[in-house]
T-cell receptor, first 112, second 112 residues
Framework: GQSLEQPSEVTAVEGAIVQINCTYQTSGFYGLSWYQQHDGGAPTFLSYNGLDGLEETGRFSSFLSRSDSYGYLLLQELQMKDSASYFCAVRGVTGGGNKLTFGTGTQLKVEL | DTEVTQTPKHLVMGMTNKKSLKCEQHMGHRAMYWYKQKAKKPPELMFVYSYEKLSINESVPSRFSPECPNSSLLNLHLHALQPEDSALYLC???????????FGQGTRLTVV
């Protein structure tokens, strides 16, 4: 099976940089992805790491280290609109990589 | 077109009703998913279709019945639901096993 742990809540100020961690236990997976979800909305795909290392997409970057069973999402130049829940998810090897399992989620609060 | 469209957006149904949720994507994605999400919790995988065939069923009760009529459409048929089935039902699609998933806006289901 797979389990992915995230901090339940992170608070930061506008303009700052924040890192949301994701530690996982899984027997094997294809990649780690990240999603943003505002209250009352649906998850939005942010980033995918198939290989170890850093992926950068605008203000968001994501990192994966398979040897450490660890990944993170880095948000730069925080804005109030970044207040949302953030989920990591692994694409497990079950079912040809179709099983996408979500982490526990982190609620990010951005303050003035 | 990067949209996944779900209908209806809201649904209230009685425990003896039969209803269907619909999902459509025109991105040519080969995998389509149904997730269930309760408030303040991560999405829970229910079903995955790959190339129009049921690939994963996460031991979902038979009162939920998925159907994939073609590569663009995914339905979830509901029958004899319980109040605890009230949740946000999310449809998603992905091109392959080396990417993230794209979600529809969800159907907020209330069972009375």
């Amino acid at each position: 099976g797979q389990s992915l742990e995230q901090p339940s809540e992170v608070t930061a100020v506008e303009g700052a940089i924040v890192q949301i961690n994701c530690t996982y236990q899984t027997s094997g997976f294809y990649g780690l992805s990240w999603y943003q979800q505002h209250d009352g909305g649906a998850p939005t795909f942010l980033s995918y790491n198939g290989l170890d290392g850093l992926e950068e997409t605008g203000r968001f970057s994501s990192f994966l280290s398979r040897s450490d069973s660890y990944g993170y999402l880095l948000l730069q130049e925080l804005q109030m609109k970044d207040s949302a829940s953030y989920f990591c998810a692994v694409r497990g090897v079950t079912g040809g990589g179709n099983k996408l399992t979500f982490g526990t989620g982190t609620q990010l609060k951005v303050e003035l | 077109d990067t949209e996944v469209t779900q209908t209806p957006k809201h649904l209230v149904m009685g425990m003896t009703n039969k209803k269907s949720l619909k999902c459509e994507q025109h991105m040519g994605h080969r995998a389509m998913y149904w997730y269930k999400q309760k408030a303040k919790k991560p999405p829970e995988l229910m079903f995955v279709y790959s190339y129009e065939k049921l690939s994963i069923n996460e031991s979902v009760p038979s009162r939920f019945s998925p159907e994939c009529p073609n590569s663009s459409l995914l339905n979830l048929h509901l029958h004899a639901l319980q109040p605890e089935d009230s949740a946000l039902y999310l449809c998603a699609s992905s091109p392959d096993s080396s990417s993230g998933a794209f979600f529809g806006q969800g159907t907020r289901l209330t069972v009375v």
